[in-house]
């Protein structure tokens, strides 16, 4: 079985911007195991879950341990030779090399509401081409990405890494010391009966994704005519590992919530680089209405709503949202007072 350093050896292809990338890559990897082994402390070492307030105006609240997987997959970027390095956690990108000719976008800790619960969390970046000035590069649509991954840390250390060309799955080896290749070229399902939302925002929904959930949830005798099941792990890398595994389809929606208007994911840092994952795979990643990698980024921290995940299911909620905002004909489970509205 391929190590992820044989891996990325044999993907070279003489140009220096593709030597780039896989240092990058590789570094991260070195820098994901010291998350990793930070991780592994939990309550023993340091108080990596305890909140330090909003990390910059644009910013959710910031964990300590959101700051060390920021500090540790900068330091492993500087390594590399990058343009430029965007973090969830900074304002601002931080300009390294302006000369040269890749940049990093990351979230470099995924799932912050997790860590003191001891469920899977994780790390996303995103590779562009360097192309003029900060704002050119990271304003880039996704289709534009030269690479794009996530570390899991849950039960086994995992990354999910795509380089344009198949979607591939290594899981760390702690006997061998290295990341061997678990899954090369993974197809997601097209078709799936598991959906991933938080249904406690139901109320707060449009009509159209009330509709379609109230037809997954009517099951086999609705108009789906299928029993549908449910996974809402609240980590986006976690819901995304399954999905790759087994296949389903994730929604974080729009919703009526002050400042959930794109829903709550972060374009730049979060749905591109899934996005690109999952369609590497063959699955699909919209908005609602567009593919995810034609979105063209206004800013840095800018969100968006997403849905992606087994193709043919991601295509039927798209058919929810273009239709006129009805509710389902199913028999209304979770909001009897909308029926007929
Ligand atoms: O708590 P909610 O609203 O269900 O949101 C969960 C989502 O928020 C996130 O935790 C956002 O990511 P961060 O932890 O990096 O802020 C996703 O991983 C997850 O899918
Ligand atoms: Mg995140
Ligand atoms: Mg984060």
Redesign the pocket.
């Known amino acids: 079985m391929r190590t992820l350093e044989a891996f990325l050896k044999a993907s070279e292809d003489g140009s220096s911007a593709r030597r780039h990338v896989t240092e990058a890559i590789g570094q991260f990897a070195l820098a994901a195991i010291k998350v990793r082994d930070a991780i592994n402390e939990g309550a023993l070492g340091d108080a990596f879950a305890s909140t330090l307030g909003p990390s910059h105006e644009a910013g959710?609240e910031q964990k300590e341990l959101d700051v060390f997987a920021d500090e540790a997959f900068l330091a492993a970027a500087k390594e590399a030779g990058i343009a430029y390095y965007a973090s969830?956690e900074l304002e601002h990108p931080i300009e390294v090399d302006p000369a040269a000719e890749i940049a990093i976008a990351i979230?470099p800790?995924?799932?912050?509401?997790n860590i003191d619960t001891n469920a899977s969390i994780g790390t996303i970046f995103s590779i562009l081409p360097s192309v003029g000035g900060e704002r050119e590069t990271f304003c880039q649509a996704g289709s534009r990405q030269l690479a794009a991954g996530f570390f899991i840390y849950g039960p086994q250390l995992a990354l999910a890494l795509t380089l344009g060309n198949g979607t591939h799955i290594f899981v760390y080896s702690r006997r061998r010391g290295v990341f061997i290749e678990a899954y090369a070229d993974l197809k997601v399902p097209s078709e799936t009966r598991e959906f991933a939302i938080?249904i406690s925002n139901f109320r707060h929904w449009g009509a159209h994704l009330q509709a379609y959930v109230e037809d997954c949830l009517a099951g086999a005798t609705g108009p789906r005519a299928k029993d549908f099941n449910m996974r809402?792990l609240?980590?986006?890398?976690a819901?995304a590992y399954r999905i790759l595994i087994r296949g389903g389809v994730f929604l974080?929606p729009s919703d009526s919530r002050k400042g959930y208007a794109d829903g709550?994911?972060r374009l730049v840092y979060?749905a591109s680089p899934i996005a690109f994952l999952i369609e590497q795979a063959g699955g699909a990643a919209i908005n609602g209405e567009v593919r995810v990698l034609d979105l063209t980024p206004e800013s840095l921290h800018q969100r968006t709503a997403f849905i992606f995940g087994s193709a043919g299911e991601v295509t039927r909620v798209e058919g929810y949202f273009a239709r006129p905002a009805t509710h389902s004909d199913a028999p209304s489970i979770l909001a009897p007072s909308l029926k007929g509205a």
């Open positions: 959710d969830e979230d800790l995924d799932g912050s509401s938080n809402w609240a980590s986006l890398v819901d974080y709550r994911l979060e």
